[in-house]
């Protein structure tokens, strides 16, 4: 145990002292602020310039199809004219702000006719002016306006099936919120876990290794170096997620998303992230980890060069893509039942039990279930890869055969 500490003491002190280490937990937090905030403020300057338009035409046509584009704010009016001029130019757009397009509206054979005039042609490719088919049946059929939009509006109630959310809003949030989350555990597990990897393969090579098998156990050693990469990744993964807290509901209360997200819907524990939720992360993160980081460890144990690691790490990050895969599934079907049976499988359940939690009703034992089997699966890891480092840390040349593998594993 004493072994244990000083590894794990001197290893932790090494990388929250590195630079590296620094550099890459503000480039983290600013990429992920790029990734929530970027998306709001391109769409901003689109929708802006595709949905200001300039109306023409007669003051009560150009009145009531006001009225109406605005109503579910697909476009904003920025001014009205009885007629356009004879040539609508880019610079007649650019006197009126950020106008995307100019229209005249006129009334032919009982129908209605547009004439579009936009600035960027990709914008409209394909607009319908939905917004404008009560006008259109107004006047095609002469009924008022109100018995049109009595007979446009179809009343719903959606009822949910599931206990987990209350309303469609904080439900697509939360499906949202639990890509991300899985997303970046995902990221974290892989970097990590390859962090740990090129460290002891640079060992290996650099022949310190022999140095430190000859006065630490070699289990001591392996166990030091994973527990001390997983607190620093712990605390990288921890920046980032509060760095999305912290954006996410500014995010959500943003003009550019008033009209798909409701007013009630702001905030983390509107959009799922409660503290029941974060402990679930933090617990599916730790042993996900140190299932992969043993793997990636006794993995880089076994080769003799650094230009070596690629045949190595090919096998072993087959799980973790799968697992992520797997996950973005139950995304859509959380209780299929190839998705229930892989979040109890290890190595699999971090990303897929979690998912599940994230985004419907789990029967409370099951992930209390699946955090006992990937416990135990460390265990079995530490165990299986402690016996490999130990005679993969000496073992120079040629790669091992997977016969010399078992042999240590047996010894």
Known sequence: MRDFGIVFRAEL???????????????GMIAIAFLIEAPLFFSSIVQSSASDVILAGPPALVA??????????????????????HRVTPAFLAAHGKAGAAIAIAERG??????????????FDGAQ?????????????????????????????????????????TAALAHGLAFGMVFVLYLAIIIASQSVMSAVAEEKTSRIAEILV??????????GKVFASAVVALVQVGSWLATAAVLVPFAASSPVLASSIAPKAHGPAAIGLDPLLALYFAAFFILGYLQYATTYAAAASLVSRTEDLGIVTTPVIFPVV?????????????NAPIVVACSFVP?????????????????????????????LAVVVCFWAAGRIYRVGMLLYGRLPSPRQILAALRS
Do not use: C
């Not at 009982?110 to 914008?123: E, F, Q, T």
């Not at 939905?130 to 109630?157: H, M």
């Not at 000859?214 to 166990?223: K, R």
């Open 347 to 375: 190595f699999l359940s971090p990303f897929v039990m979690f998912t599940r939690v994230a985004i419907s009703s789990v029967p409370a034992w099951q992930p209390i279930v699946a955090l006992v089997l990937d416990a």
């Open 129 to 169: 002016f939905r917004d404008l088919v009560p006008l259109n049946i107004e006047l095609g059929t002469g009924l008022s306006a109100t018995r049109i939009d009595r007979a446009l509006a179809i009343e719903r109630t959606i009822h949910p099936i599931d206990a987990k959310f209350a309303d469609t809003q």
């Open 322 to 334: 799968g697992a992520f895969f797997v996950a973005q599934y139950g995304l859509v079907e959380p």
């Open 13 to 27: 002190v090494r990388k929250i002292r590195s630079r590296l280490f620094w550099l890459a937990t503000a480039a």
């Open 214 to 223: 000859a006065t630490i156990s070699p289990t001591n050693l392996l166990a």
């Open 110 to 123: 009982g129908r209605l006719r547009l004439d579009v005039y936009p600035r960027d042609l990709s914008a």
């Open 64 to 85: 009531r199809a006001k009225t109406l584009m605005e109503r579910h704010k697909d476009y904003r009016v920025v001014a009205t004219y009885a007629t356009l001029p």
